[in-house]
Structure formats: structure tokens, C-alpha cells
């Protein structure tokens, strides 16, 4: 069993990077990697735990790329070293994330919610601050009775504190990650938001342009259309994957490690027959 798509407190996980790996080791997962969104600061922890632990670790990210529909997130996995390419774009979402924060805030304390930006920083240290960590915050506070309801009512698309996000261009993500010697995977492509009548060109396009694998499997997905989504990734060209997306029990219940759609066990094939020979290739 393994695990190619897992979060930490680096970003909106709720386990520490080495108790990840330490979780893994105990559900028996011989793979992991870890995707926190936009950094790469968990993957030195998570590293010196698996090599305590004898698991192979893999080193990703997730990176959030402009998209006109849906969101578009793209996958670095196998990074071997840090690229300055990288290391500008994570660079630039820690800048861009600062100020869409400060927006929130502004917001919130217009409608008489008492939080600083500050208050946020000291709650939740050496993360990537996002709209997970205000909700968790709201929810501290008495404003919210779970965390859901703070995207509900105040921070979902078209609610009163949303501010849109700044991602990333593709084509660099692409670079980026490619001269980090890493893998460029599509994340949930469900989640592009795009009718299977244009997905295809889509997929094909992002293909084109160096996007190598397709996480055909996925939690937020139905068993029959990650079926539909390996066959069409594999008819383009794309290396599948599979992967839980697991964020802690207490932020996602919904979602186990080592486990995708429909609570099936992610088999090792998408390690040892995908992913692993095009990074030994590549």
C-alpha cells in the first residue's frame, strides 16, 4: 500500500511531517509523499522520519495554477533538488498569500470580527496561511460551529470575505518542477471543473506542454469516473497515480491514508509501474 498525495502543518495538514510518516509506517504504506500546498518546507522532517522508519519517501509539492474554471492543482513529485525556478514561484506565493491574507482580515474586521493578521501568524506557525487556518480560527472563536460553515458563510467563491488566489503559470510550474527533477502531475482533475466532453482536449493540451502523469485516483471522485479517467490518461500518454489527499481526521474524516475512491487500497502499481521508472528515466 502507498500514498502519493498527503499534507502536513507545513500547509493545512493536520499531522506534523514526521507524524505522517510515523502514521504510514503504522498503517504498513511502503510509499509516501508528501504535497504540501505551495512549499517544500515539510520534506526535510518527513525524510529524516522515513529513513528512520525504512519507508521510501518521495518529495513533492502542490502547486495552485491559474485556471479559469475549477482549480487547477499541479503535483511535483520526486523533486530532487530545489530549483531557483522553484524556489522563485514558492517565493511568490508566500508574497502573493501574505497579501490576499491581509485582504481577508480587512474583511472580516470591516464586518466587526475581532482577528489580526498577527494573531493568525502566532496561532499557526511555519505553515502556509490559507482559508483552512481562518476557518479553524473562526471555529475557535465561537463564530462558526465547524469548518465548513466558515466556507459556507464567509470565505467559499461568491461569499462576503472570499479574495481569489493567485497561482501560478503552468508552463513555468511546468519548468519549475521539471529542472527540480521532479514529475508534473495533475491533481483531481474532477476538479478542473470541466465537462468530459472538454476534458479531453484539455488533458491532451496540458500534456503537450510537459504535464507527465494524471492522478486519475482520487477520494473526491467516483470509482467509474477514475476508472474513465486512468483509460483517458493512459490513451494520451500520461503515467497514472493514485492518492488519498489525506489532510488529518479532524479536517477530512472523509478521507484515510493509503486509501483513495472508494475506500479502496492504493496499490503499489502506481509506484513501482508509473511513477518510480519515469523518475529512475527522467
Same mark, same amino acid.
Given at each position: 500500500?502507498?500514498?502519493?498525495?498527503?499534507?502536513?502543518?507545513?500547509?493545512?495538514?493536520?499531522?506534523?511531517?514526521?507524524?505522517?510518516?510515523?502514521?504510514?509506517?503504522?498503517?504498513?504504506?511502503?510509499?509516501?509523499?508528501?504535497?504540501?500546498?505551495?512549499?517544500?518546507?515539510g520534506n526535510k522532517e518527513a525524510q529524516a522520519q522515513a529513513d528512520k522508519a525504512g519507508l521510501t519517501f518521495v518529495h513533492g509539492?502542490?502547486?495552485?495554477?491559474?485556471?479559469?474554471?475549477?482549480?487547477?492543482?499541479?503535483?511535483?513529485?520526486?523533486?530532487?533538488?530545489?530549483?531557483?525556478?522553484?524556489?522563485?514561484?514558492?517565493?511568490?506565493?508566500?508574497?502573493?498569500?501574505?497579501?490576499?491574507?491581509?485582504?481577508?482580515?480587512?474583511?472580516?474586521?470591516?464586518?466587526?470580527?475581532?482577528?489580526?493578521?498577527?494573531?493568525?501568524?502566532?496561532?499557526?506557525?511555519?505553515?502556509?496561511?490559507?482559508?483552512?487556518?481562518?476557518?479553524?480560527?473562526?471555529?475557535?472563536?465561537?463564530?462558526?460551529?465547524?469548518?465548513?460553515?466558515?466556507?459556507?458563510?464567509?470565505?467559499?467563491?461568491?461569499?462576503?470575505?472570499?479574495? *481569489? !488566489?493567485? %497561482?501560478?503559470?503552468?508552463?513555468? /510550474?511546468?519548468?519549475?518542477?521539471? #529542472?527540480?527533477?521532479? $514529475?508534473?502531475?495533475?491533481?483531481?482533475?474532477?476538479?478542473?471543473?470541466?465537462?468530459?466532453?472538454?476534458?479531453?482536449?484539455?488533458?491532451?493540451?496540458?500534456?503537450?506542454?510537459?504535464?507527465?502523469?494524471?492522478?486519475?485516483?482520487?477520494?473526491?471522485?467516483?470509482?467509474?469516473?477514475?476508472?474513465?479517467?486512468?483509460?483517458?490518461? *493512459? !490513451?494520451? %500518454?500520461?503515467?497514472?497515480?493514485? /492518492?488519498?489527499?489525506?489532510?488529518? #481526521?479532524?479536517?477530512? $474524516?472523509?478521507?484515510?491514508?493509503?486509501?483513495?475512491?472508494?475506500?479502496?487500497?492504493?496499490?503499489?502499481?502506481?509506484?513501482?509501474?508509473?511513477?518510480?521508472?519515469?523518475?529512475?528515466?527522467?
Amino acid at each position: 500500500m502507498i500514498d502519493l498525495h498527503v499534507h502536513s502543518t507545513a500547509s493545512d495538514g493536520q499531522y506534523s511531517p514526521a507524524e505522517i510518516i510515523q502514521k504510514a509506517a503504522e498503517k504498513n504504506i511502503s510509499v509516501i509523499a508528501l504535497t504540501d500546498h505551495d512549499t517544500v518546507n515539510g520534506n526535510k522532517e518527513a525524510q529524516a522520519q522515513a529513513d528512520k522508519a525504512g519507508l521510501t519517501f518521495v518529495h513533492g509539492t502542490e502547486l495552485s495554477i491559474n485556471f479559469p474554471t475549477g482549480e487547477f492543482h499541479l503535483l511535483g513529485l520526486g523533486l530532487k533538488e530545489i530549483s531557483s525556478s522553484l524556489q522563485q514561484i514558492l517565493n511568490a506565493v508566500v508574497e502573493n498569500r501574505h497579501i490576499r491574507n491581509e485582504k481577508i482580515i480587512n474583511l472580516m474586521r470591516a464586518d466587526g470580527v475581532d482577528i489580526t493578521l498577527d494573531e493568525m501568524y502566532q496561532e499557526f506557525p511555519d505553515t502556509i496561511l490559507g482559508r483552512p487556518h481562518f476557518a479553524a480560527m473562526l471555529q475557535k472563536k465561537g463564530i462558526v460551529r465547524h469548518r465548513q460553515q466558515a466556507f459556507d458563510r464567509f470565505l467559499a467563491h461568491g461569499r462576503p470575505w472570499y479574495v *481569489k !488566489k493567485v %497561482g501560478t503559470n503552468l508552463d513555468e /510550474a511546468i519548468i519549475a518542477i521539471r #529542472e527540480s527533477g521532479g $514529475a508534473p502531475v495533475i491533481a483531481h482533475p474532477m476538479s478542473l471543473f470541466l465537462s468530459w466532453g472538454k476534458l479531453p482536449d484539455a488533458l491532451k493540451d496540458f500534456y503537450d506542454r510537459g504535464v507527465v502523469g494524471m492522478e486519475a485516483y482520487h477520494p473526491g471522485a467516483r470509482v467509474t469516473e477514475c476508472l474513465r479517467l486512468e483509460e483517458l490518461g *493512459k !490513451k494520451i %500518454g500520461y503515467f497514472i497515480t493514485a /492518492a488519498s489527499d489525506f489532510h488529518g #481526521e479532524k479536517i477530512r $474524516a472523509d478521507r484515510k491514508l493509503g486509501h483513495t475512491c472508494g475506500g479502496k487500497k492504493i496499490e503499489d502499481r502506481f509506484w513501482t509501474e508509473n511513477l518510480k521508472p519515469w523518475l529512475e528515466n527522467h
